[in-house]
C-alpha cells in the first residue's frame, strides 16, 4: 500500500508545471509551492527518516525544493528511496518518536500513507488533476483518517467533515471525513 500511494504521489508530482506553483490551494495556508515543499518533505525524506529512526536534517526543513527544475524526479527517486527503508521488517518495529511522543512504528507508515495521499489530492486538486487509487488503498486511508481524525482536527489538520453520499467511492468518502470536498470544482 505505502509503494502504491508512493507511486500516486510522484505521478501526480510530475504533472505540476512551474507556473502552478503560485496557485492557492485546498491548505489555505499553503499556496501550491509550500505545499509541495511541505508534501516532498514530510512524504518522501520524513518517509526514509521514520523507517530508519532518523531526525530530518535541518538543511531540508526549509529547502524550497521546487526551486530545482527536476523536482519531481528527485522526489519520486526519494519516494523509491523511502519506501525501500520501509521494505526492511525492521522498520516495523517497536515505535518511531514524533517529537517526543512515541508511536508503534506500523501507525506512523499509515499516517505516511495518509500524507502521501491527502496532500497528493491537495496538489491533484490545485494542478488539475486526479488521483487514482485501488479501492483497497482507498479503503486504507478512509481507515486511517477515521484513526486520526479527533488528533487532526484538534491541531488544524482537518476540517469539519463534508456530506458526501453514503455510496459515495471510499476515496471520496476518506477526502470528506478529512474536510476536504471531493466534488467541489477547483
Known sequence: M???????????????????????TPCTEFDARALVNHWVLYTSHGLEHRARRTELPGELTARDFTADADWAEAYAAQL?????????????????????????????????????????WDVARTTGQRVAVSEELGALLLAVVEENVELFRQYGGFADPVA???????????????????????
Open 2 to 24: 505505502l509503494a502504491e500511494a508512493a507511486a500516486e504521489a510522484a505521478r501526480i508530482a510530475r504533472g505540476v508545471r512551474p507556473e502552478q506553483l503560485g496557485e492557492p
Open 80 to 120: 523509491d528511496r523511502g519506501v525501500a527503508a520501509w521494505a526492511d521488517p525492521a522498520a516495523w518495529a517497536g515505535e518511531v518518536d514524533l517529537g517526543g511522543m512515541t508511536v508503534p512504528a506500523g501507525s506512523v507508515a499509515r499516517m505516511l500513507v495518509m500524507e502521501l495521499l491527502l496532500h497528493g
Open 164 to 186: 458526501v453520499p453514503a455510496d459515495a467511492p471510499v476515496l471520496d468518502r476518506a477526502l470528506a471525513a478529512s474536510g476536504r470536498d471531493p466534488y467541489r470544482a477547483a
